[in-house]
């Protein structure tokens, strides 16, 4: 039986697109990282996430049904001790670190809580950071916007800025983080690699110890409203959607078997974005598209910023070949995003405009209150 050294965990965590799963996979491409376990965690019913973190399939753990932070708290110290189980009975090498991957939403501190409170999770394993991404290009909004968002720079061990490239981080942006958290370095992508943020170990662990049972007196249980919503159906008669509702956020998916032309997935986001861009916090996608459908093309919208899309060589193996689209916002109209997207994938919905007279008069649907 292996000694009993706790393994490291690294939780990952920064709002809705701000870069995890990317960071994450440039990470797992260094050989310095092999024997990490990988626990995706993900917000919206139809997970697109395994498909997207690069680990060869064993190492990924998705926890699909709702946050980690709530109603997978239980699965996550489960999940754990089975990858205890796992190693102890050598169907798993030795580990050397975990990473949580939380969803954009997840507030840590409950997570935190798991791992410093469970009488047996603490013998096996130790947190080494949270590490807090936040966004260039949107954090301003986000955090201005975002008690989630809030949440998670408060409590981070180390700040890793992203999207620097696209826009320069700016001194309000700057400001901000400094508010939440005087404590924790603040970091560029561009220079983090695997040093930079495993093993880097807590800021202050009695700090953090203060913190976080202030975080948890003041809080217990999670700030998010844990309602959920369930559908029969999906209106477009492609199988069966299941919404999740977190606060005053919702997400909903999207799915549509047969090919979809680039030009109408296009217009299908242009129109998303005019009418309900206000709304809109977090879109991805994997499209099959008509005019190549051996390569599936992945879509990644942050509030109202359209990423350039990616192909990936092939779809990954066991995945159906159909187009599913994942939206999260905060008072999107799900009805209307159903029309629209059933105007442009040429799914008759009646009593909707079709997708005809949405490209001739985008404003068709202005009367339904779009
Ligand atoms: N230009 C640029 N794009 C980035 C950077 N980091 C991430 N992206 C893009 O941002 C989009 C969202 O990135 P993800 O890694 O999926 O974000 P995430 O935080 O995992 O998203 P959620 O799972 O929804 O919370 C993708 O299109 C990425 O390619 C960056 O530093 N620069």
Redesign the pocket.
């Known amino acids: 039986m292996p000694p009993m050294v706790p393994v490291p965990v690294t939780v990952l965590t920064?709002?809705?697109?701000?870069?995890?799963?990317?960071?994450l996979n440039r990470l797992l491409r260094d050989p310095s990282v092999r024997d990490t376990a990988v626990i995706v965690n993900?917000?919206g019913e139809v997970g697109i996430?395994h498909l997207?973190v690069e680990t060869g399939g064993e190492g990924v753990i998705e926890l699909s049904d709702g946050c980690i932070c709530c109603t997978v708290r239980g699965d996550l110290v489960d999940t754990l001790a089975d990858l205890v189980d796992r190693v102890q009975t050598g169907r798993l090498a030795a580990l050397r670190r975990v990473v949580i991957?939380t969803?954009?939403l997840a507030d840590p501190t409950p997570i935190l809580a798991s791992l410093m409170a469970h009488p047996v999770l603490v013998q096996h394993f130790s947190l080494d950071a949270v590490v807090t991404?936040v966004?260039a290009a949107t954090g301003v909004a986000t955090l201005r916007e975002r008690n989630e968002a809030r949440r998670q720079v408060a409590c981070a061990d180390r700040i890793v800025v992203?999207?620097?490239?696209?826009e320069p981080e700016t001194a309000e942006l700057r400001a901000l983080i400094a508010r939440l958290n005087p404590r924790a370095p603040v970091l560029a992508?561009?220079e983090v690699g695997p040093d930079a943020l495993f093993g880097c170990g807590l800021v202050d662990a009695r700090t953090r110890q203060a913190d976080l049972s202030r975080w948890l007196g003041e809080d217990l249980s999670c700030t998010h409203d844990h309602a959920h919503h369930h559908h029969a159906g999906s209106h477009d008669g492609h199988g069966h959607a299941h919404g999740h509702a977190h606060g005053g956020v919702g997400s909903f998916s999207l799915q549509h078997e047969a090919p979809i032309a680039l030009a109408d997935i296009e217009a299908f986001l242009d129109l998303l974005r005019d009418r309900q861009g206000s709304s809109l916090l977090?879109m991805?996608a994997v499209v099959r598209l008509r005019e190549d459908e051996a390569r599936p093309l992945v879509l990644?919208g942050?509030r109202t910023y359209l990423?350039?899309p990616?192909r990936l060589p092939a779809w990954p193996e066991g995945v159906a070949r159909g187009s599913r689209l994942v939206l999260?916002g905060d008072g999107l109209d799900e009805t209307l995003v159903r029309d629209l997207f059933a105007a442009f994938t040429g799914t008759p919905v009646s009593d909707a405009p079709d997708r005809a007279a949405l490209l001739d008069n985008p404003l068709a649907l202005a009367s339904r209150g779009f």
């Open positions: 920064g709002f809705l697109g701000s870069g995890k799963t990317t960071l993900e917000f996430d997207l991957e969803t954009g991404l966004d992203t999207k620097a490239d696209l992508v561009a977090r991805k990644h942050v990423h350039p990616v999260i």
